[in-house]
């Protein structure tokens, strides 16, 4: 049976998928990374079973890796543009 992780341990893996949000020059993609992390940490929260909930937390280390592999090959061919949503109005 698995343990369940502790509650610093998750509040630790949802600070870094957001702070890997951040991180993306694109607006549409860096947007899209925190809904989908929150939408997925809102899913979750309901789980009582140990080995859903360390499923869940495997499956949001490898999605983790996954931001941060792709945040790094966004950096390289960023737009030379802003999008219209960050630029800031006088």
């Known amino acids: 049976m698995a343990s369940s992780p502790s509650r610093g341990e ?3 893996l949802f600070r870094s998928l957001l ?3 951040s991180k ?3 607006y ?3 947007e899209y990374v925190k809904r989908r992390t929150i939408d997925a940490f809102r899913d979750n929260k309901s789980l009582s079973d140990p080995n859903s909930i360390s499923s869940a937390i495997m499956d949001g280390k490898t999605q983790l890796e996954t931001a941060r592999r792709q945040a790094l090959v966004y950096s390289l061919y960023a737009p030379k543009a802003k999008n219209v949503m960050e630029i800031e109005s006088v």
């Open 10 to 12: 998750v509040l630790s």
């Open 19 to 21: 702070k890997t949000a």
């Open 24 to 26: 993306f020059s694109d």
């Open 28 to 30: 549409n993609i860096r």
